[in-house]
């Protein structure tokens, strides 16, 4: 079945630092990806999505390119904030048995200090 | 618009009582889904529509009933709670159930099963 595996968390950073968050996945057939965030007390909200092999999603300052030949879709950024403060979800979206099915990671928790 | 609305956001109940969490959304979208989330674990699908009057089963439907009357109306049953149902629910739609569809979620309800 499909599946995504996620760094585990809790990272803490300071301001202005670089940020990767790993992702991989196992999926049949080729999916979508996704990273989702969650900020503190809120509902998830996409934070940028790749359909295809090689795409860049980018938003907000943060990248992940999708790349087939390691299965990966790691988050990246270059300084982050305070604001930057949430749970970081990597999902997909593949078939899975007779429905299309978003499929999550556990969630990472990023913490950054002033 | 409001977007992906859904009540209460926190309730207590009993192992055996049943209650039904409220989901609805604005945008006129054909997909709708409930998730759970539990800690470690990411979000897991509940039940799932692709339309009104057309429902089908997540990763993890024991235990939840869902009908879907109207477009805008996806609500969740539980028939007899039980303590393994406390967690964080989320209701999600999107436009349809292709692969790239982005999922908007609600802002979550917190239940507690004693």
């Known amino acids: 079945g499909n599946s995504v595996t996620q760094m585990e968390g809790p990272v803490t950073l300071s301001e202005e630092a670089f940020l990767t968050i790993n992702c991989t996945y196992t999926a049949t057939g080729y999916p979508s990806l996704f990273w989702y965030v969650q900020y503190p007390g809120e509902g998830l909200q996409l934070l940028l999505k790749?359909?295809?092999?090689?795409d860049k999603g980018s938003n907000k300052g943060f990248e992940a390119t999708y790349r087939k030949e390691t299965t990966s879709f790691h988050l990246e950024k270059g300084s982050v904030q305070v604001s930057d403060s949430a749970v970081y979800f990597c999902?997909?979206?593949?078939?899975?048995?007779?429905?299309?099915?978003?499929?999550f990671g556990s969630g990472t928790q990023l913490t950054v200090l002033p | 618009n409001a977007g992906v609305t859904q009540t209460p956001k926190f309730q207590v109940l009993k192992t055996g009582q049943s209650m039904t969490l409220q989901c609805a959304q604005d945008m006129n979208h054909e997909y709708m889904s409930w998730y759970r989330q539990d800690p470690g674990m990411g979000l897991r699908l509940i039940h799932y529509?692709?339309?009104?009057?057309?429902?089908d089963q997540g990763e993890v439907p024991n235990g939840y009933n869902v009908s879907r009357s109207t477009t805008e109306d996806f609500p969740l049953r539980l028939l007899s709670a039980a303590p393994s149902q406390t967690s964080v629910y989320f209701c999600?739609?999107?436009?349809?159930?292709?692969?790239?569809?982005?999922?908007?979620f609600g802002p979550g309800t917190r239940l507690l099963v004693l």
């Open positions: 529509s692709v339309g009104a009057g057309i429902t």
């Open positions: 790749a359909t295809k092999a090689d």
């Open positions: 999902a997909l979206s593949a078939e899975s048995g007779s429905a299309r099915q978003l499929t």
């Open positions: 999600a739609s999107s436009w349809g159930h292709l692969y790239q569809e982005t999922q908007y």
